[in-house]
């Protein structure tokens, strides 16, 4: 199976070790990034959230692949083939990639993956690979904060597999401030509510985002970083009720 990665940068940070992996690996790539860069690879769009720049460079895909991957510039590339094999079955739309990181962020994945190994909750948009006929029915992606999750529900709306690789895996690098996390999971959750009012994935899953408000203090049993997890999340599920419907993080 053929390939294309399309590379979000909100700016030129890690662009030049991202072509150098890409290259290594022997793929044809797209960079749209936030920052003009001459380099024949790289296209610049004006940062207005990765929906918008996933949008802006899905029509400067070639059609002629049967694979495209959308992954973030701040990461490096584990095993991708463990995630191409997957692809192979008929009924399977879409692969994305486990995430490893250091910080207060490595036991919520911890907790986030117990999860997500058997309901397909949210995915990871580090790095995902979707079919390009898929990938052409879940376009354009509407305003959305958790746009990769968007993408995963509307798979799961079209009746097609969702899987979740451990073989395959990224590593980046994410904030070591625990108090940070407050925001990143408020974003994030905010982005999770909006992609369920644009898509229509199996009950489970809108039975568990019902449920989320309610069952999150849990996390308050893991200490200081569960504080701000469960603060980021339901200050999250406000901005969606006050009516958040922006595709870039604004704090409200």
């Not at 463990?82 to 250091?102: C, N, Y």
């Not at 580090?126 to 999750?149: Q, R, T, W």
């Not at 108090?179 to 909006?194: A, C, I, N, P, S």
């Not at 899953?205 to 308050?220: K, N, S």
Request: charged share 25%.
């Amino acid at each position: 199976m053929r390939v294309f990665f399309l590379v979000l940068a909100r700016d030129r940070k890690h662009v030049e070790e991202k072509i150098a992996e890409l290259k290594n690996l022997n793929v044809p790539f797209l960079i749209v990034c936030g920052e003009k860069i001459n380099n024949s690879n790289v296209i610049f769009r004006k940062a207005m959230g990765k929906y918008d720049a996933i949008n802006f460079g899905s029509s400067r895909v070639p059609k002629d692949f049967e694979i495209i991957a959308l992954n973030d510039v701040d990461t490096k590339i584990h095993n991708i083939r463990a995630a191409l094999s997957h692809l192979a079955s008929k009924d399977v739309g879409l692969v994305f990639a486990k995430v490893s990181v250091d910080g207060p962020q490595k036991l919520f994945y911890r907790f986030l993956d117990l999860v997500r190994r058997r309901i397909p909750v949210t995915a990871s948009g580090e790095l995902m690979l979707i079919k390009n006929g898929m990938f052409d029915k879940v376009l354009p992606l509407k305003p959305c904060k958790a746009e990769d999750s968007c993408i995963l529900f509307k798979v799961l709306e079209l009746k097609q597999k969702a899987i979740f690789s451990e073989e395959c895996f990224v590593y980046t690098q994410r904030t070591k401030i625990i108090r940070k996390e407050e925001d990143y999971k408020r974003r994030t959750v905010t982005g999770l509510y909006q992609a369920l009012t644009y898509t229509r994935p199996p009950s489970f899953v809108r039975l568990f985002y019902i449920l989320l408000p309610l069952i999150c203090p849990v996390l308050l049993f893991s200490g200081k970083s569960g504080f701000y997890w469960t603060k980021g999340i339901l200050r999250g599920f406000a901005d969606y009720l006050r009516g958040d419907r922006i595709g870039s993080w604004t704090p409200m």
